[in-house]
């Protein structure tokens, strides 16, 4: 029989998963750019969470902590050889892709223009870009979830906004 303080942890460890999980896969998505390894990559988070749930509930900040070990394990991912491989398979026969109405349709969309955008910015930008702007998260939070001091997390913010923007205005998706 399960005790009341161990079931105590265990409703607040699902509580804070049921609230974070959809954040802990956008994050993921943005730095491995693949939904089977972003999917991937949160399982192993919570795999490897599960096992220290009694140390996450005491924390000041779980989410943040959680969004940090999902950035390290996408990262991770990233370095791997395999998925390096399989990445460069992939972009090598999208090149040979047969362009149907529905994905010139999908190239025209502001919103797509601005995923493939993002895809141009180095990781760290990338991913401070998508917590802000994708999950709200405040700077203080973004800083500690990635492991940046606040003023990378701004400078980050200013370099990323800037260069989507100039890359919006060079593509003629957006007016001056």
Same mark, same amino acid.
């Given at each position: %029989?399960?005790?009341?303080?161990?079931?105590?942890?265990?409703?607040?460890?699902?509580?804070?998963?049921?609230?974070?999980?959809? =954040?802990?896969?956008?994050? !993921? #998505? @943005? *730095?491995?750019?693949? +939904?089977?390894?972003?999917?991937?990559?949160?399982?192993?988070?919570?795999?490897?969470?599960?096992?220290?749930? /009694?140390?996450?509930?005491?924390?000041?900040?779980?989410? +943040?902590?959680?969004?940090?070990?999902? &950035?390290?394990? !996408?990262?991770? =991912?990233? =370095?791997?050889? &395999? *998925? @390096?491989?399989?990445?460069?398979?992939?972009?090598?026969?999208?090149?040979?892709?047969?362009?149907?109405?529905?994905?010139?349709?999908? !190239?025209?969309?502001?919103?797509?223009?601005?995923? @493939?955008?993002?895809?141009?910015?180095?990781?760290?930008? =990338? %991913?401070?870009?998508?917590?802000?702007?994708?999950?709200?998260?405040?700077?203080?939070?973004?800083?500690?979830?990635? /492991? #940046?001091? %606040?003023?990378?997390?701004?400078?980050?913010?200013? @370099?990323?906004?800037?260069?989507?923007?100039?890359?919006?205005? &060079?593509? &003629?998706?957006?007016?001056?």
């Amino acid at each position: %029989m399960i005790g009341a303080n161990a079931s105590t942890i265990l409703d607040h460890y699902s509580s804070i998963i049921t609230s974070v999980r959809d =954040r802990l896969y956008r994050l !993921a #998505l @943005r *730095v491995v750019n693949d +939904a089977d390894e972003a999917e991937d990559v949160v399982q192993d988070v919570l795999v490897k969470s599960w096992g220290q749930r /009694d140390e996450i509930v005491r924390l000041d900040n779980p989410p +943040a902590w959680l969004l940090r070990m999902t &950035k390290h394990q !996408a990262i991770d =991912r990233l =370095r791997s050889a &395999k *998925v @390096r491989s399989a990445r460069e398979t992939e972009a090598a026969a999208s090149d040979h892709d047969v362009r149907t109405p529905y994905r010139i349709a999908a !190239a025209n969309d502001t919103l797509g223009h601005v995923h @493939r955008l993002l895809q141009q910015l180095p990781p760290a930008q =990338r %991913m401070v870009l998508q917590l802000r702007e994708v999950e709200g998260m405040e700077y203080q939070e973004i800083a500690e979830a990635t /492991d #940046l001091t %606040m003023q990378q997390v701004k400078t980050y913010l200013h @370099r990323g906004r800037h260069k989507i923007r100039a890359l919006l205005l &060079k593509e &003629k998706i957006s007016q001056p």
